[in-house]
Structure formats: C-alpha cells, structure tokens
Nanobody, 124 residues
Framework: QVQLVESGGGLVQAGGSQRLSCAAS????????MGWFREAPGKAREFVAA????????YYTDSVEGRFTISRDNAKNTVYLQMDSLKPEDTAVYYC?????????????????WGQGTQVTVSS
C-alpha cells in the first residue's frame, strides 16, 4: 500500500521558516518526480514546487520562487519543502504527490499518489 505522509506544518509568524517533510512508503521515490501543492480555504489546489526524479530540474510557482526550496533524499525515501520568509498568503494545507513522469510536473492531474496534507498557518 502506497502512503505519502506529510509532517512539519503548524503555526508560524510572518517572516519565519518551516520545513515540511513527506515520507513515502510502499514506493521508491527515486523512480518518481515529486511535487508539493497547497489548498487554501475556498480555493483550488495549486502547484507550489516540483523536483524531477534525477534532482536536476526543479520548478516553483512564481509566488514562492526564491523563498521555498524543494529537495529530496532518495536514501530516506523523503521529500522536503523548506519554506522561508513566510507570508500570511502562504497559509494553506500542503500536500505532497508523486508522478511517474521523469520531469517535474505542475499539473494536479499528472500525479498519481497524494498525501493527506499538513496545515501551515502563517500569522501576521
């Protein structure tokens, strides 16, 4: 059974940092490109960041470019999202996802496995 389990969310003040982790079981993430998405209340799930299986390519949505960093540790079967200079508009439930496509993907529909999400709340 494939599971992606996010952790590291919580309450943080604006300007602060958080690191999210996504631990995978039932699959070997070295064969997958991985992504992070977020969903704010009343809004559609949106792309945040993605990393190719080879780690060479990384994509970010414009609003987090330069503030967030996606990385992966294939030996630990874990993906990370380092979030710095957080803003209140970053408040959302954050989800990690896996796709068999070789390159990082921005579209929700290309991902086959999803975690349950972790809440990130940024206070002003």
């Amino acid at each position: 059974q494939v599971q992606l389990v996010e952790s590291g969310g919580g309450l943080v003040q604006a300007g602060g940092s958080q690191r999210l982790s996504c631990a995978a079981s039932g699959l070997t993430i070295s064969r997958y490109s991985m992504g992070w998405f977020r969903e704010a209340p009343g809004k559609a799930r949106e792309f945040v960041a993605a990393i190719s299986w080879s780690t060479i390519r990384k994509y970010y949505t414009d609003s987090v470019e330069g503030r967030f960093t996606i990385s992966r540790d294939n030996a630990k079967n874990t993906v990370y999202l380092q979030m710095d200079s957080l803003k209140p508009e970053d408040t959302a439930v954050y989800y990690c996802a896996a796709t068999l496509r070789s390159g990082p993907q921005r579209s929700v529909g290309t991902y086959v496995y999803w975690g349950q999400g972790t809440q990130v709340t940024v206070s002003s």
